[in-house]
């Protein structure tokens, strides 16, 4: 049996396959734009009263926009192709790495992200990437200049340069098998997965990223400095595998950068461009059950005939993807019976990512001196090893805390009353698991909003900001448990260590119902804005093998999937 010849505009609308996605973050988003450009009609269905996901952006009376999630953004050429995709050119096997913007140099300027990203979004790089604070008052600007970075490291810890010569030639040996040559490989098998082993293990990429970079720097700043960064994708650098320091080298490759607007203004570009494409979002339209119906022959999988709402309303469907939390999608959304490898046991054994708690915040800029900040700051307390053990198993709030302080209207002043600025720090807590799910958030948060807020005035990040702040709000684990739908509160899906990557993190493809896919955060690659745009392709990817329209494929589908 072949498949319907959806890939062509001329076939009736009655002929078409139709498409759900859950939740309307980038990667469904994402998704959304790849399956309209394959020939489906599809809808996002989306809890909240506005897009985005994790990704949403809040507009307060008094003025001021916050970014509530995702602030840095990689990889532009990601974006790119999303805007470049038209219906019936999915883009599925189009050339997926460039080469680098930077071609050794540092970005320095001007408006980044190619011709057709600039009809909906303006993108300009940042620099540097970050400023690392550490505790004792001195820093370290990351700005993936080989050189720049040489000169910090000889005023910071001269005997560690020898080092950082071996760890830039390692780590660019692991960015370029596991990201380049395997960055879009969906591990949905073991003999996938062990076909990398061997590379995985020569490149010494399975031993924990902070034991990786130990190899190479004495200094524990500089420790810190080369394996924070799993930190902003929910990954711990004590258990997360060294795979994950091609992140230094997909920085240095491609720079950092922000929108114009926040990263909510990229989010409504891809809405504008996903409803070009023909694409339909319903807002509060929460999705209570998915629906199945029974496969053919006795011991075939159910198949994904729809979505139940919250309203009761029930809509049909020829697949369901879902951009929400993997763990409460099956636990939730799917009954028991229809969870044989996804099964309660399963799903609830996994690690999830830590937790977040996020203030966002405005003050006076105007009669005060100029801040000796960056728009990314990465503001590191006393202990590190110890204090990401307790964030990820101890369940227990420290005396101390770091920090990501993000202060966009350094870059982009729109986001705030003339003569302010609006920021927001990050500070990663447990979720709500184990001991972490003894902790009332109702009264830490507040008591952690106090000490914080102290610490960046009494510090001088923020000189007199009790008598400056004009706005305050903040959310907690509450928030990602309750209005994202995150289980346990965690803000970025399964905590990625060694056990829970590729293979062993949450597939694409469903093993349990057949025309049911993941995508975003929860599932391959991971988390991270470039990360859930590489796992819409998969996933549309998949999609189009299961349906026989991928150029690649020989055209039909799997036996005993049915499309009547």
Not at 244 to 260: C, D, P, Q, R, S
């Amino acid at each position: 049996m072949t498949a319907d010849p959806i890939f062509s505009p001329t076939v009736p609308a009655r002929l078409r396959k139709t498409a759900l996605i859950i939740g309307s973050g980038i990667g469904g988003l994402s998704l959304g734009i790849r399956l309209q450009s394959l020939g489906f009609d599809t809808t996002i269905l989306e809890r909240l009263d506005a897009p985005g996901g994790r990704a949403y952006q809040k507009r307060t009376e008094d003025g001021y926009v916050f970014d509530m999630g995702p602030t840095v953004l990689t990889v532009p050429h990601f974006i790119e192709e999303l805007f470049a995709l038209e219906r019936d050119q999915a883009a599925l096997t189009a050339p997926d790495f460039p080469p680098s913007t930077l071609s050794g140099e540092r970005v320095k300027g001007g408006v980044s992200g190619g011709p057709r990203t600039s009809e909906y979004v303006q993108i300009v790089p940042i620099l540097p990437f970050y400023r690392i604070y550490f505790d004792d008052g001195t820093y370290f600007d990351y700005d993936g200049d080989p050189e720049r970075t040489r000169e910090q490291i000889a005023e910071l810890a001269p005997e560690d340069l020898d080092g950082y010569e071996a760890f830039n030639r390692d780590a660019r040996a692991i960015f370029e098998r596991g990201f380049l040559e395997l960055g879009y490989t969906h591990f949905g098998d073991p003999a996938t997965m062990l076909k990398v082993v061997p590379d995985l293990l020569q490149l010494d990429a399975v031993r924990t990223l902070f034991g990786f970079t130990s190899k190479y720097f004495q200094s524990d700043k500089l420790r810190q400095v080369f394996s924070f960064e799993t930190l902003l994708i929910g990954g711990n650098p004590l258990s997360v595998p060294a795979i994950y320091a091609m992140i230094h080298f997909v920085e240095k490759t491609w720079g950092i950068h922000y929108a114009l607007g926040g990263t909510g203004a990229l989010v409504q570009g891809l809405v504008q461009k996903y409803g070009e494409l023909g694409g339909q979002i319903r807002y509060g339209a929460g999705v209570e059950e998915i629906l199945t119906r029974s496969g053919a022959g006795r011991l075939a999988r159910p198949v994904a005939a729809g979505v139940r709402l919250a309203s009761g309303e029930e809509l049909q469907a020829d697949i369901v993807a879902s951009n929400g939390d993997w763990a409460n999608t099956y636990l939730k959304r799917l009954p028991s019976p229809a969870r044989r490898v996804n099964n309660d046991l399963r799903v609830r054994a996994a690690a999830q990512s830590m937790s977040l708690l996020v203030i966002y915040f405005g003050f006076r800029a105007e009669g005060y001196a100029p801040l000796d900040l960056r728009h990314h700051n990465i503001i590191l307390g006393p202990r590190y090893e110890e204090l990401l053990g307790e964030i990820f198993s101890g369940g227990v709030l420290g005396e101390d805390f770091s920090q990501y302080l993000h202060l966009p209207t350094l870059t982009d002043p729109t986001l705030a009353p003339a003569g302010h600025h609006a920021a927001y720090t990050l500070i990663p807590v447990p979720n709500k698991a184990g001991k972490g799910g003894g902790l009332d958030w109702e009264e830490e948060g507040p008591a952690l909003v106090r000490r914080v807020l102290d610490f960046l005035e009494q510090r001088g990040y923020i000189p007199h900001l009790a008598e400056r702040l004009t706005h305050l709000e903040w959310i907690t684990p509450d928030y990602f448990e309750q209005t994202l739908d995150s289980h346990v509160g965690n803000a970025f899906g399964p905590e990625p260590k060694l056990v829970q990557s590729a293979f062993f993190r949450p597939h694409n493809r469903s093993e349990d119902v057949t025309g049911l896919y993941m995508v975003g955060a929860s599932a391959q690659p991971g988390g991270g804005t470039p990360s859930v745009m590489m796992s819409a392709k998969m996933t549309a990817r998949l999609i189009a093998e299961d349906f026989g329209i991928h150029p690649e494929v020989v055209e039909g589908v799997p036996a005993g999937y049915p499309l009547e």
